[in-house]
């Protein structure tokens, strides 16, 4: 099916949203075209998930397959998981240490910076063939804080452009100056469609997350949203929760001195979020594996200056609870897929809290409780795809 | 056995019994675990946070998450008497599932590293280690393993 002959009806109604673009096959592959490889950046590691020289990981960017290393000469790139002769998956596992990246089928050699280095049998090669045209295909690549970011599209603009409005947030959640440990991951598929993932909003915590109210938990003074570019910011004063509820109450205790209490949240279009909440440091990296399943890897940081004792609660903290069975996050995933199980109900949806009857400029900030800043991305949405409004 | 026979009914009162006064439960990938990453997927290290993972569940969660059923499937692999009645013990799992809607498969499997105390007839974990080679779990787990 052409692109041009994707159809889909969308609402005149500016807070509207019609539910198909949920499950619809034709919609997620063009998704993939038009946002995955399109023009958006997507962080991919953070320089201390592959902190020594010759240290990879893998991840995809939508269902594209990619390979980051950190090269001999410390510089960080970003390749498609494949080798430029057959397509071959280089690197299988999620994180390894290597000196050069060999292909097993043939037995291609590459450097770190993706060169080829040799072929077996490059003599019997067409006499047009050339080295240099076979290095590992390489994506455009930046880093903030040490978040390294890829884009697969030349016509993203700049990193710098892509991230404005988002600087600020992205700092303070990755610890002030990006000088992180990895401190481990948590990994699971939820079944839900990737925008259903990404969808979440102020609205719904206190009501949805029991935990604060047992906690008799209030959040404080902040702001609440959607820059230009479709990202999420979020950033509020947290106030100490009162001991009472829990036997082990240090799972909500701020023993961070360095920063004042507060919860930071980017959530970057079309899916990563970064996630600082309480003392703990998180990026969700998050991909779609079809229409109906999104998987998503939580890393946890440390700060390199840590003492032992914050080391270990900040371990505490993150296994327990931001990740996809915490204390006060398991009832995300729940809707996830509860969600994705309405969205079958045909018809449309449509955002409320905070909506005025009228269209959203981005930059769009909203009341801490409220949900209609998400419109913002829904429109960013609807121009990438090119639909229609009625 | 109490302890599968308490999971798999989700009596969580039960499988709290199943730990000593002082003990903990650990639940964590072995891609974590082998990488030398702390971060699990349940550090229920204390007996504070046994019993608040009993909370979680039963009070914090109650009606928002999609429920399941499961059943655990164990093998011994080792077993070595300590001293004062304590044994570590080495056991193979396998964890199904089975949603709402009817549908099974398999949650996590992996290998418990536990040391537990016998004292007459009465024998409890003083702690439990499951090592998940489930990496990426195909739901989110509600549930210790």
């Known amino acids: ?390 | 056995m109490a302890y599968i026979a308490a999971l798999d009914r989700r009596d969580m009162e039960g499988w709290l019994s199943c730990f000593a006064d002082e003990a903990g439960y650990v639940c964590i990938t072995r891609e974590n675990h082998d990488a030398g990453l702390p971060v699990a997927l349940m550090m229920d290290d204390t007996r504070a946070r046994l019993k608040d993972r009993v909370k979680f569940i039963n009070e914090v969660w109650s009606g928002t998450f999609e429920d399941y059923a499961t059943r655990h499937f164990v093998q011994r692999l080792d077993c070595r008497a300590g001293t004062n009645g304590r044994f570590d013990v080495q056991t193979n799992f396998m964890v199904s599932y089975t949603n709402r809607r009817g549908g099974s498969d398999i949650l996590v499997t992996g290998v418990y590293e536990d040391a537990v105390l016998i004292a007459g007839n009465d024998a409890r974990f003083a702690s439990k280690l499951a090592i998940l080679d489930t990496v990426t779990t195909p739901r989110y787990l509600v549930y210790p393993v």
């Open chain 1, 1 to 390: 099916m052409a692109d041009s002959e994707l159809s889909v009806r969308w609402p005149a109604a500016y807070n509207t949203l019609p539910k198909d673009v949920f499950y619809r096959r034709d919609v997620y592959d063009a998704e993939l075209a038009r946002i995955f490889y399109g023009p958006e950046w997507h962080p991919v590691a953070h320089r201390s998930e592959i902190p020594n020289k010759g240290d990879f990981k893998t991840l995809q960017i939508g269902e594209a397959p990619v390979l980051i290393v950190h090269g001999d000469d410390g510089k960080v790139r970003v390749f498609y998981n494949s080798c430029p002769h057959r397509g071959t998956q280089l690197q299988i596992c999620a994180r390894g240490h290597t000196k050069e990246i060999e292909c097993p089928y043939h037995r291609w050699l590459f450097s770190l910076k993706g060169d080829l280095l040799g072929a077996p049998g490059i003599a019997e090669f067409s006499a047009n063939f050339k080295k240099e045209d076979f290095g590992l295909r390489e994506l455009r690549s930046g880093e903030f804080c040490g978040l390294i970011f890829a884009t697969c599209s030349d016509a993203a603009p700049e990193l710098t452009e892509f991230l404005k409005g988002t600087e600020d947030y992205l700092g303070k959640a990755l610890g002030g100056d990006g000088r992180l440990t990895l401190i481990g991951y948590q990994k699971t598929i939820y079944g839900t469609n990737w925008k259903e993932y990404g969808d979440n909003e102020g609205y719904h915590p206190p009501l949805l997350h029991r935990a604060f109210r047992l906690l008799k938990w209030q959040g404080g003074k902040g702001s609440n949203g959607v820059t230009e570019h479709g990202h999420k910011v979020m950033e509020a004063e947290v106030q100490r929760p009162q001991p009472g509820f829990l036997d082990d109450h240090s799972l909500v205790e701020f023993r961070d001195t360095s920063t004042p209490p507060r919860s930071v949240i980017v959530s970057f279009w079309p899916m990563t979020t970064i996630v600082k909440h309480m003392d703990v440091i998180n990026v969700r990296y998050a991909f779609p594996l079809s229409p109906d399943e999104t998987e998503v890897h939580y890393a946890y940081f440390a700060h390199q200056d840590d003492s032992p004792e914050l080391y270990e609660h900040r371990v505490r903290q993150a296994s327990n609870l931001l990740g996809p069975s915490g204390f006060i996050s398991l009832e995300d995933g729940a809707v996830f897929s509860r969600v994705h199980g309405g969205s079958r109900g045909l018809g449309t949806v449509a955002f409320q809290k905070g909506y005025a009857d009228k269209p959203l400029e981005a930059p769009c900030f909203v009341a801490q409780n409220d949900e209609a800043s998400n419109l913002v991305r829904w429109e960013h949405y609807r121009k990438s795809m090119g639909f229609a409004r009625d």
